[in-house]
């Protein structure tokens, strides 16, 4: 078998005023009335983050801020979800309550001991997803009392379903340059779009 050779590239230095290419979906400017698919991160296009149930907090939270995100999908060995765990979760009252009622420190607290149950997660179909504007997901996340949503879509008819994509109430209030996360509830659409011309 004959040996393959290679060859360094070659280089030269960097001119001034080079900027960053961005993906083409990098938090761009969007509106209200905008395709809900506008603000949904694409499992198909970014690979979700996840963490083992048996993870502690301290591991959780380090992989959330290294990956800049607050949430992770709790999966087992079969790469199912088994739950979803939030830096709200993290940070909240939620690790006290376990060590109050069985001891031990905040070391001690389990992703699996805070996560949200995968029986408790409400998911939205891909397939009216689609049909829907910004303005819709965020009166879904405001009304839910939720960050986060879940998208799943099946593939082919008697398959299970699917995690399609994910939607961040801080990701769409970055698109829609407001702060929709610690803003009042706003029923409808017409109420959310004056709080936004207010913002």
Known sequence: MSATSYAPLPSKSLEAGVNVVRPHDFIRSISLSDSALSVMTDLTRV?????????????????????????????????????????????????????????????????????????????????????????????????????????????????PQVLRGIFSITQIGRQLHTDLEHTEFASTFAEIEALLKVA
């Open 47 to 159: 690979p979700a983050v996840s963490v083992r149930a048996e993870a502690t907090l301290a591991e959780a939270e380090r992989l959330m801020r290294v990956r800049g995100v607050r949430m992770l999908l709790v999966l087992d060995d079969a790469e199912a979800i088994i739950g979803l765990i939030t830096l709200t979760d993290i940070k909240g009252e939620k690790p006290m309550q376990v060590i109050q009622a069985r001891g031990g420190t905040h070391g001690d607290v389990l992703v699996r001991d805070i996560m949200v149950q995968q029986a408790q997660i409400d998911v939205l179909c891909m397939d009216e997803v689609q049909r829907s504007r910004v303005g819709d997901v965020v009166a879904t996340l405001k009304a839910s009392g939720r960050q986060h949503a879940l998208v799943v879509e099946r593939e082919d008819e008697g398959r």
